[in-house]
């Protein structure tokens, strides 16, 4: 690559951020990602991307059944500027049903926001998405967010986050007065008061209300003097920002905020532009890093199909590794070794589609007629790469699907392998099943709904399901897949890339199988590569 451009990569990836928000639903995703948008002033007025009933569609939603339930099913990614930063923000669905299709959307980032709501701390998805995060080594900043409501006390969250996590929380910004009576914030690193103002509706740009310290003991008195008081011991504690321990995953920077009300957003904004990560050289499947500056090249991180009626398509999901990507650039598929053109490659906000002349380090592409990749696949140019598979979740929930009319075999057939290639359920064959009765496997039921939703009205093939007993799936071997298929409750069936998944009721089945048959392989799942 040519030096001029060398050195326009590597100055376009630092200045990209590209990050996920991770939390349990309700604790304020939505809200949280309407206000960083409306500070960065992509939007008008907070709503125009928030799905609950009553409100404007989100511009994430685009599934009927998304917009009945008020949840986000798809991903998309959503570009913004703050300062001199490309902000990548990848919206992560919200329901735990679709926690393989957070995993997915994951491997695309560098740094994670958790958000906790302050009355509830660390909550059970919360914890199963963080613990996602630690095993990609990402980065995490934590928000506490709702702090204008009754919630627990700061000191009491701070003990959680560091006793589930692990992680030593530093605060950036500390409460004065408590939850619910709420004065505002020290700015541990000015000293700084930052006043908390209600901002009607939420709905508008609040005004930065910056107050110095003999200002803010003026006004607050007590509260003031007790969150110094606080402040000044967490330091002395050694609970302060540094930014080496928080990059290696030792330390989370915590802030609080009130994302309903706009408050401690901009500070939000302004710490993922100063702390978070920028793109970075990313790991290929050997462990090897793949500087930015080489020839082009993407991961893809998520296929889905059907965003737009008017166009049935199906859209892959990359980020781009390394290189810069110009539309219309032929690129190769890895997995295939065949070309794919990139006609039509889109930044994708919602249904708003827009073209994407060119993309750095650090961007999520949208590429258009994507019909042969799948999540996990490599693009490049120049220089061979293979970025590593994304490993499949193990399946917790079983239910066998048949057509409804078994004339539409074909419909069948290209629905159920296009269900599968998106991830939106796992679908396992076996001999004694046929073609005509797979078993759709899935982390959450709901995933089931969608897969079934989209075979009527996507594929034109109605199907009937009916569930299975089982609740967790291990992998066997060939050898073995006999003799477990024999037992009652339990059955061997296979995924699409060949592993063979014993499907069994529950761990003393498992206990049981092991007990009389201790030479029987079973082990959890685990991608093939
Ligand atoms: P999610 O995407 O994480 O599921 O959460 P969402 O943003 O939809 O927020 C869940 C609820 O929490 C919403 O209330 C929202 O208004 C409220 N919320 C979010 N941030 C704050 C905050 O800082 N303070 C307070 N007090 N509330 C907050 P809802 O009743 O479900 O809907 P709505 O009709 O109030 O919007």
Redesign the pocket.
Same mark, same amino acid.
């Given at each position: 690559m040519p030096v001029l451009q060398d050195v326009e990569v590597k100055s376009e990836a630092r200045r990209r951020r590209t990050f996920a928000v991770i =939390?349990?639903? @309700?604790?304020? /995703? =939505?809200?949280?990602?309407?206000a960083l948008l409306l500070h960065a002033r992509i939007i008008a007025e907070a709503g125009a991307t928030? *799905? /609950? %009933? *009553? +409100?404007r569609a989100t511009v994430s939603d685009w599934m009927d059944m998304e917009k009945d339930r *008020?949840? =986000?099913i798809s991903s998309s990614a959503l570009q913004f500027h703050h300062r001199d930063v490309v902000l990548n923000l990848v919206d992560t669905p919200?329901h735990a049903d679709f926690s393989e299709d957070t995993y997915r959307v994951l491997t695309a980032v560098d740094s994670a926001i958790m958000?906790l709501?302050a009355a509830k701390g660390m909550e059970a998805q919360t914890m199963k998405l963080f613990e996602v995060c630690r095993a990609r080594r990402i980065p995490i900043i934590t928000v506490i967010? /709702?702090? @204008? +409501?009754p919630g627990l006390e700061p000191l009491e969250l701070l003990d959680e986050i560091e006793s589930r996590t692990g992680l030593r929380p530093t605060p950036l910004t500390w409460p004065v007065g408590i939850a619910g009576h709420f004065h505002g914030v020290v700015d541990c690193a000015s000293g700084d008061f930052v006043r908390f103002t209600r901002t009607p509706g *939420?709905s508008t740009l609040a005004a930065t209300d910056r107050l110095s310290a003999e200002e803010a003991s003026a006004e607050v008195g007590d509260d003031w003097t007790n969150a110094l008081e606080e402040v000044s011991l967490l330091e002395s504690d050694g609970y302060v920002h540094d930014q080496r321990s928080f990059e290696d995953q030792e330390t989370t920077p915590v802030l609080f905020? %009130? !994302? !309903?009300?706009n408050?401690g957003v901009g500070h939000l904004l302004d710490t993922v532009v100063d702390i978070a990560p920028s793109a970075g050289p990313r790991l290929d499947a050997a462990g090897q890093p793949r500087p930015v500056e080489s020839d082009f090249s993407a991961h893809v991180f998520k296929v889905q199909a059907g965003m737009d009626r008017s166009h049935r398509d199906r859209l892959a999901f990359a980020r781009v590794c390394s290189g810069v990507f110009h539309r219309g650039d032929v690129v190769t598929h890895e997995a295939t070794g065949r070309s794919f053109a990139t006609k039509y490659a889109h930044s994708v906000f919602g249904r708003d589609r827009e073209t994407v002349e060119i993309a750095y380090p650090g961007d999520i592409i949208g590429l258009v007629n994507a019909g042969g990749l799948r999540a996990g696949d490599t693009l490049y140019s120049g220089t061979p790469v293979r970025f590593p598979r994304i490993p499949p979740f193990a399946p917790e929930h079983f239910r066998v699907v048949r057509p409804v009319d078994i004339g539409r075999h074909k419909q069948f057939q290209r629905g159920m392998t296009q269900l599968n290639q998106e991830g939106v359920v796992q679908v396992l064959y076996s001999e004694l099943r046929g073609q005509q009765a797979p078993v759709m496997g899935a982390v959450g039921p709901m995933q089931f709904e969608v897969a079934v939703h989209r075979m009527e009205h996507e594929f034109n093939a109605p199907v009937h399901t009916e569930q299975l007993p089982y609740t967790l799936a291990m992998q066997t071997r060939e050898e073995d897949a006999q003799r477990v298929d024999q037992r009652i409750g339990a059955e061997v069936v296979r995924r699409d890339d060949g592993a063979l998944l014993a499907l069994l009721t529950d761990k003393w089945q498992v206990r049981g199988l092991r007990h009389h048959h201790p030479d029987i392989v079973l082990e959890p799942i685990v991608a093939q590569s």
């Amino acid at each position: 690559m040519p030096v001029l451009q060398d050195v326009e990569v590597k100055s376009e990836a630092r200045r990209r951020r590209t990050f996920a928000v991770i =939390s349990h639903p @309700d604790a304020g /995703k =939505s809200t949280l990602t309407e206000a960083l948008l409306l500070h960065a002033r992509i939007i008008a007025e907070a709503g125009a991307t928030h *799905g /609950k %009933a *009553g +409100r404007r569609a989100t511009v994430s939603d685009w599934m009927d059944m998304e917009k009945d339930r *008020g949840i =986000s099913i798809s991903s998309s990614a959503l570009q913004f500027h703050h300062r001199d930063v490309v902000l990548n923000l990848v919206d992560t669905p919200g329901h735990a049903d679709f926690s393989e299709d957070t995993y997915r959307v994951l491997t695309a980032v560098d740094s994670a926001i958790m958000l906790l709501d302050a009355a509830k701390g660390m909550e059970a998805q919360t914890m199963k998405l963080f613990e996602v995060c630690r095993a990609r080594r990402i980065p995490i900043i934590t928000v506490i967010n /709702k702090w @204008d +409501r009754p919630g627990l006390e700061p000191l009491e969250l701070l003990d959680e986050i560091e006793s589930r996590t692990g992680l030593r929380p530093t605060p950036l910004t500390w409460p004065v007065g408590i939850a619910g009576h709420f004065h505002g914030v020290v700015d541990c690193a000015s000293g700084d008061f930052v006043r908390f103002t209600r901002t009607p509706g *939420g709905s508008t740009l609040a005004a930065t209300d910056r107050l110095s310290a003999e200002e803010a003991s003026a006004e607050v008195g007590d509260d003031w003097t007790n969150a110094l008081e606080e402040v000044s011991l967490l330091e002395s504690d050694g609970y302060v920002h540094d930014q080496r321990s928080f990059e290696d995953q030792e330390t989370t920077p915590v802030l609080f905020t %009130a !994302a !309903a009300l706009n408050f401690g957003v901009g500070h939000l904004l302004d710490t993922v532009v100063d702390i978070a990560p920028s793109a970075g050289p990313r790991l290929d499947a050997a462990g090897q890093p793949r500087p930015v500056e080489s020839d082009f090249s993407a991961h893809v991180f998520k296929v889905q199909a059907g965003m737009d009626r008017s166009h049935r398509d199906r859209l892959a999901f990359a980020r781009v590794c390394s290189g810069v990507f110009h539309r219309g650039d032929v690129v190769t598929h890895e997995a295939t070794g065949r070309s794919f053109a990139t006609k039509y490659a889109h930044s994708v906000f919602g249904r708003d589609r827009e073209t994407v002349e060119i993309a750095y380090p650090g961007d999520i592409i949208g590429l258009v007629n994507a019909g042969g990749l799948r999540a996990g696949d490599t693009l490049y140019s120049g220089t061979p790469v293979r970025f590593p598979r994304i490993p499949p979740f193990a399946p917790e929930h079983f239910r066998v699907v048949r057509p409804v009319d078994i004339g539409r075999h074909k419909q069948f057939q290209r629905g159920m392998t296009q269900l599968n290639q998106e991830g939106v359920v796992q679908v396992l064959y076996s001999e004694l099943r046929g073609q005509q009765a797979p078993v759709m496997g899935a982390v959450g039921p709901m995933q089931f709904e969608v897969a079934v939703h989209r075979m009527e009205h996507e594929f034109n093939a109605p199907v009937h399901t009916e569930q299975l007993p089982y609740t967790l799936a291990m992998q066997t071997r060939e050898e073995d897949a006999q003799r477990v298929d024999q037992r009652i409750g339990a059955e061997v069936v296979r995924r699409d890339d060949g592993a063979l998944l014993a499907l069994l009721t529950d761990k003393w089945q498992v206990r049981g199988l092991r007990h009389h048959h201790p030479d029987i392989v079973l082990e959890p799942i685990v991608a093939q590569s």
